[in-house]
């Protein structure tokens, strides 16, 4: 099909949630994108950070395949072998003891808003329930994981919302301690938020929240969906604080592009889920799982992690350079390979001029260009993406820059 063909297809039967630009992705090879017309791209936005390891990597396509032939699906009513695996890789490099699998980040961090009521309920005190978040954080579009996520576009019309949840400022450490109730169970926070703004935490504010923690018993729950999975040269983005969650969820890169998520717990957190408290059908399904134990056993990979940290300095460096030359450019945030250029233009003149000259990047909000390629890329990627940002930045008109 041609493009106009899926275009109009999608327009008379898909709901219109998305704000799509209007092109349509039928192919991809580790760092590239095809279109239906065959231009080719290369992606800086990897499926919003999914596609971690390029499209269609061999070992992930690989053990799909064989699993697909295998066993598809099988009910959590039995025990499943890619499940277990994936469980035990994901609990062998990181803080955490146990692993619940589920489809998708919102619905990780649903799993840990009731997790986190449960452990209160059992160990705090019955009137515990109260989860604090971050201002310009993003969890997910279900109802509690979108009253979690502490921006108002989101909410919309979609009230009443359930209550128990209360925002603060994001790296305002006075702000946090005074919101602290009675009635305080948990904080919740990506410790580099993505869809905000790329904004990272600050080193001094996480001992801050940790020590906050542990004084006043709360849980602390690291919604690591997109920054985790080594997006930040580490593994898992806390372990650049040396500070550890109570709860952790995952989803996005974690199955190389299938859909999966999961939410981790210690020991003591996961114990408060029973028989019978938390369930998903398709959750940690044989495919899933397989898929899962592909990715993740190459992302975890110390090599693989030391090389995405060198990559994503490179590209940092080469960002400043940006910033150095146009005055529009306010600052180079993030960490690894999830960076971003906070710029006082409108992004998407920035966005579609690039995609003209076949490189996809996006824009958070409308003034901060955000970057989170596959952590595959090469230098020369970083090179040759840096040098179309470059052009389309120089070739801006003067009233695009007065913005
Ligand atoms: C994308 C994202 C989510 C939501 O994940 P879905 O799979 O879209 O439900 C949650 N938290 C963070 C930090 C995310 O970036």
Redesign the pocket.
């Known amino acids: 099909m041609k493009t106009q063909e899926i275009i109009e297809l999608g327009q008379k039967y898909v709901m219109n949630t998305y704000g799509r630009l209007p092109m349509a992705l039928v192919k991809g090879e580790g760092a590239f994108v095809w279109d239906a017309e065959g231009n080719k791209y290369l992606d800086f936005v990897a499926g919003?950070a999914v596609n971690s390891l390029g499209h269609c990597h061999p070992k992930v396509v690989e053990a799909i395949r064989e699993q697909a032939e295998t066993l598809m699906h099988v009910s959590n009513l039995y025990w499943i072998e890619p499940q277990v695996k994936l469980a035990k890789l994901l609990v062998e490099n990181s803080a955490l003891d146990k692993v619940f699998f589920c489809n998708?980040?919102?619905?990780a961090?649903e799993g840990a808003i009731k997790l986190a009521r449960k452990y209160a309920k059992k160990y705090l005190g019955p009137d515990k329930y109260e989860i604090i978040t971050m201002e310009k954080s993003?969890?997910?579009?279900t109802l509690a994981a979108i009253t979690a996520t502490a921006q108002p576009k989101y909410q919309k019309d979609l009230d009443p919302l359930p209550p128990g949840f209360k925002y603060v400022p994001f790296n305002d450490f006075a702000a946090l301690e005074k919101a602290i109730s009675p009635n305080t169970c948990a904080i919740m926070m990506?410790p580099v938020q993505?869809?905000g703004g790329v904004n990272v935490a600050d080193y001094d504010y996480m001992q801050q929240v940790k020590q906050l923690c542990l004084e006043k018993n709360l849980l602390l729950i690291f919604?690591e969906?997109?920054c985790g999975l080594g997006r930040t040269g580490k593994l898992f983005a806390y372990e650049h604080y040396n500070v550890e969650p109570n709860i952790m969820t995952l989803?996005?890169a974690i199955a190389g592009g299938f859909p999966m998520?999961a939410l981790l717990a210690t020991d003591k957190v996961a114990e408060c889920f029973q028989p019978g408290d938390h369930a998903s059908t398709f959750g940690g399904n044989p495919l899933a799982a397989a898929a899962g134990c592909a990715a993740v056993s190459i992302l975890a990979d110390k090599d693989f992690l030391v090389e995405v940290a060198e990559k994503g300095a490179y590209f940092e460096q080469k960002l400043h350079r940006l910033k150095d030359k146009y005055s529009f450019i306010t600052d180079v945030r993030g960490k690894g390979l999830i960076l971003g250029l906070g710029i006082t233009v409108d992004g998407k003149s920035i966005v579609d001029g690039c995609l003209q000259k076949g490189l996809i990047i996006n824009c958070v909000g409308s003034n901060v260009l955000r970057f989170i390629p596959p952590l595959i890329i090469t230098k020369q990627n970083i090179d040759d993406a840096v040098n179309i940002i470059d052009e389309v930045m120089s070739g801006l008109s003067f009233n695009e820059v007065e913005l």
Not at 104 to 107: I, K, L, P, Q
Not at 138 to 141: I, L, P, S, V
Request: negative net charge; proline residues 0%; aromatic residues 6%.
């Open positions: 919003l998708s980040g919102a619905e961090n993003f969890h997910g579009r990506e993505g869809e919604d969906v997109q989803a996005k998520g």
